[in-house]
């Protein structure tokens, strides 16, 4: 698949791209590979094409610091900042939901203690950053900003609203499926990542190539939040869950050997 | 204990400037501490112009080599060394750190830790930034010597005026070298 794409933003029709996403799902289900990340090099996504490295990613053995990571405490994070319907004077505006699920290495141990960071579109689907003009509403009471850290047994849990779907500049027509982006970090270096959590049953998933670039349906499906009814809060909000697995710390195992 | 598959990771997309910078994030330690260093650079494209919205992150060791375990990165007091910062680029692909030079650990060549996130990259970015002080250190490193001269290259700080240089060249030419750790 060498045809020349353009970075131009709205250049492609949604068939367009549709049919790119196509042509690499089938050629990936031919491999009979599995892969469990998004590609670096996938070209319906058009900002990725002169931003992905061309060359193999270099094996590296970790050692010294990489072997350990930051370390956050009661001092970097309030408790109040794991609520975004409160932080701005006011009730912001959409489905009040709660996000929740544990934080697990690659082991099923859990991440204890350490920091997680949540941002996301509001109930519109606008973002409050300067560069997304987005015409949808602005929600004065909401920044669409959290963070906590993880409790004893890797517990993570937020209050927000459920974030609208948005349009973007990757090809004319272009949704993004509603979704929270997450910062997490582990107990190596190794094991940073930041990923965006989606809704089960969104019409857009087929459709995004950011989604999509994950080759693999088993792997896409580890984005999608589970609605369940236990995290569902009576007459004030309906609830999610999502657990997060990083990759393994090379540190304990390490230790165990 | 079975291992479990890691859940996949996505771009930070464009957005994420109003939520990952904080206050004082890129100064480790403040300008005016004595033994500051500048660990500066440029993250470019593969057309060689600058990522206006990309963001790294500094995970290094503290001068005498030892690893920090400090929380109060994200309220910075500016006394306690977290060995831990954030820097985003800008219009131009530039970052810049404030912060102090890493010592060996455990007798290795030191390096800077560094991950690199952008609009337009599907996942997280591993690299390291060698400081380029010892050439004996460096000469016996593991990394350094499984790899191809010019490529080595690309991860070796250049030293500066006010501490040292350290380029990301996400694609093209003098691409940087970027990591795959076991069971990544």
């Known amino acids: 698949m060498t045809t020349t794409v353009s970075s131009d933003s709205a250049a492609s029709t949604q068939a367009e791209v549709s049919r790119e996403i196509a042509d690499i799902s089938a050629a990936y289900q031919a491999s009979g590979l599995e892969e469990t990340q998004p590609r670096l090099d996938y070209a319906p996504y058009r900002s990725s094409l002169l931003r992905h490295p061309t060359k193999d990613l270099h094996h590296a053995d970790p050692e010294t610091i990489e072997l350990w990571a930051p370390c956050f405490g009661q001092r970097d994070v309030s408790p109040l900042e794991a609520d975004l319907t409160i932080q701005d004077g006011g009730e912001p505006l959409g489905e009040r939901i709660v996000v929740t699920g544990r934080v697990l290495d690659g082991q099923g141990r859990p991440v204890a203690g350490q920091l997680v960071e949540i941002w996301q579109a509001n109930a519109g689907g606008r973002y409050i950053h300067k560069r997304d003009q987005h015409p949808a509403p602005l929600d004065p009471h909401f920044t669409g900003v959290g963070r906590c850290l993880t409790g004893p047994d890797g517990t993570y849990r937020f209050q927000t609203i459920k974030p609208g779907p948005y349009p973007w500049k990757n090809h004319h027509n272009a949704w993004r499926p509603a979704h929270i982006h997450f910062s997490l970090f582990g107990t190596d270096f190794t094991q940073r990542m930041v990923t965006q959590m989606y809704f089960p049953g969104d019409p857009l998933f087929a459709l995004d190539p950011i989604y999509q670039a994950i080759t693999d349906q088993r792997a896409r499906d580890r984005l999608v939040a589970t609605y369940d009814h236990d995290v569902t809060q009576h007459e004030w909000s309906t609830g999610y869950r999502w657990d997060i697995v990083l990759t393994g710390s090379q540190r304990t195992l390490m230790e165990e050997s | ?184």
């Open chain 2, 1 to 184: 204990m079975t291992d479990l598959v890691p859940t996949p990771g996505q771009t930070v997309g464009p957005f994420f400037g109003y939520a990952l910078p904080f206050d004082r994030d890129n100064e480790l330690v403040p300008l005016s501490h004595p033994s500051a260093v500048r660990l500066h650079g440029r993250v470019t494209d593969g057309h060689g112009v600058g990522v206006p919205d990309a963001l790294l992150e500094l995970w290094q060791a503290a001068p005498d080599g030892s690893v920090v375990q400090q929380d109060g990165s994200l309220r910075r007091d500016g006394w306690t060394f977290t060995g831990w910062g954030r820097s985003s680029t800008d219009a131009d692909g530039h970052y810049v750190f404030t912060t102090l030079r890493p010592g060996a650990t455990d007798g290795r060549a030191p390096f800077f830790a560094v991950t690199v996130f952008a609009r337009g990259l599907l996942n997280r970015l591993f690299t390291r930034a060698y400081l380029p002080d010892d050439a004996e250190a460096l000469a016996g490193d593991p990394l350094l010597a499984s790899l191809d001269a010019d490529r080595r290259a690309t991860l070796v700080c250049r030293g500066d005026e006010h501490g040292y240089a350290f380029d990301v060249a996400l694609q093209g030419d003098g691409e940087t070298v970027f990591l795959r750790y076991p069971g990544q």
